[in-house]
């Protein structure tokens, strides 16, 4: 989970890949994270570049603090680089035959998975192999493709929002661990969900649950109000039963609420978690009921604020990023539109409870085009958010939170034609990285005003920079089994 120089990778020596447990994970005699690894993109800047994978200096003793080291350039243009995992994470703890040694890149758009090697040179990763997309469309029907995780049994998994059409159709595709080959579907029978986005699987209760955002060929090319009301944006989650692979169960959310970001508690005994429904700015809980069916209760909202000088009256939170700390302690998650990011103490998983919020940016701040004309949490419209001199575009997107909790690092873009929409000054100024300090034993969220990381000054222009992974894995990409 974090760098160790003096072990291998996953800062556990002989023992395989990852930890024993979340709690060996957070509380370990490992040092903090030094290097943290960023998809970056170039798709819809208009500047004709290919994404890459940024390799960032996150050690405050580095003379390269919070500054880009290396950038790994993908073969092709027009990716979408979004999000990453790892071939082998805690799920394979004990088997010393396996190496966290490879992170998967799928892209969103183009279906290609690029297979980036970390192991040989951790600050200066390689391409070790590309997947091209005509054999993800050929051999398991699906493409725009999102999650990665890796299985117990060495495999890979990649989650699909749709068919090659770009109708949408949640599925999965299976990677061999080794040679990266496709394999075929993960799923099995006639079955399937009409979306797919993100996933979690928990073998000890036979479950595997998936997201929906929205059918592909009408989310792809922005957000459009008028979709709204007519299926196509996610209202489920998916239940697959673990053994079978077959899809078993839907819990409905909500009309066009687009659950996103899914997470398991930690505790690998746990038969619950927490899901961030975008669109509807909700936190539903999942849990396992006692006839062995799944269900949800929504324990958060945030609400909508009246606004004038905005696409629609009524401005969502937008929750498009959540996090589970590794002792299940606080749930984390980012509101794009409205600007915070928030820390609530889930001790009481039907209760969350507030204790920690910042504003990093987002669009109510004052001074811009946005008008706040009724809030029922703020008194005022929050101050534009500046660091080190630059006023920070876009919102608080995605999050990532250190091994022991008291680091929670922030990246501001979604998803490249979305920031051309709703935040034009990412596509002029490019996106950054933040670092937020975090109150573990009382709660609260303070920002680290030594720390950014300007994705506007790279060489090749401002680019989107995304999700965050440390090598060795994190507390959203290790699963325990």
Not at 21 to 47: F, H, Q, W
């Amino acid at each position: 989970l974090l760098f160790v120089s003096v072990l291998n990778a996953d800062g556990c020596g002989a023992c395989g890949p990852g930890f024993a447990s979340p709690l060996d994970a957070m509380k370990g005699k490992c040092p903090r994270e030094e290097i943290i690894y960023v998809p970056c993109i170039y798709r819809n800047t208009g500047r004709g570049k290919p994404d890459f994978l940024a390799t960032v200096d996150v050690n405050p003793e580095s003379p390269h603090y919070s500054q880009v080291i290396h950038r790994l350039p993908m073969p092709n243009l027009g990716d979408e680089l979004h999000h990453s995992g790892w071939n082998t994470c805690s799920s394979c703890f004990g088997d010393t035959t396996k190496k966290r040694n490879r992170l998967i890149l799928p892209s969103l758009i183009s279906s290609r998975i690029y297979v980036v090697d970390v192991g040989t040179d951790l600050r200066a990763p390689r391409l070790f192999k590309t997947v091209n997309a005509e054999d993800v469309f050929w051999q398991c029907d699906l493409g725009y493709l999102h999650t990665s995780h890796c299985l117990g049994s060495g495999e890979v998994m990649i989650s699909a929002l749709g068919d090659p059409a770009g109708n949408g159709k949640g599925g999965f595709v299976l990677l061999d661990g080794e040679t990266f080959e496709i394999k075929g579907n993960w799923e099995k029978g006639d079955k399937h969900p009409p979306m797919g986005y993100d996933f979690w699987y928990q073998p000890r209760h036979n479950v595997l649950i998936s997201t929906e955002w929205g059918i592909p060929k009408c989310l792809g090319y922005g957000f459009d109000p008028h979709d709204l009301k007519k299926g196509r944006y996610g209202r489920r989650l998916n239940v697959w039963d673990w053994t079978t692979h077959t899809y078993v169960q839907a819990i409905d959310v909500g009309e066009d609420a687009a659950p996103l970001e899914i997470r398991f508690l930690h505790n690998p005994d746990a038969a619950e978690g927490f899901v961030g429904c975008t669109i509807s700015s909700a936190i539903h809980r999942f849990y396992k009921t006692e006839q062995g069916g799944w269900a949800a209760e929504k324990v958060i909202q945030v609400p909508s604020k009246k606004v004038e000088g905005w696409l629609l009256p009524d401005m969502p939170g937008f929750i498009t990023d959540i996090l589970i700390s590794l002792d299940d302690r606080f749930l984390y998650f980012s509101n794009w539109l409205h600007g915070d990011i928030r820390q609530y103490d889930i001790s009481d998983t039907r209760r969350p409870r507030l204790v920690g919020q910042v504003f990093v940016g987002g669009s109510i701040a004052k001074g811009g085009h946005v008008v706040v004309v009724r809030d029922e949490e703020l008194q005022s419209q929050p101050d534009p958010f500046v660091i080190k001199g630059k006023r920070v575009p876009g919102g608080p997107q995605m999050i990532q939170l250190s091994l022991d909790g008291k680091r929670l690092y922030v990246t501001t873009s979604l998803y490249s034609a979305w920031d051309c929409q709703f935040y034009p000054d990412l596509i002029r100024d490019g996106s950054v990285m933040l670092q937020i300090n975090v109150d573990t034993e009382k709660g609260g969220l303070t920002v680290n005003r030594n720390f950014l990381v300007d994705f506007g000054k790279e060489p090749g222009g401002p680019c989107l920079a995304h999700e965050m992974r440390y090598p060795g894995g994190d507390c959203t990409s290790d699963i325990w089994v």
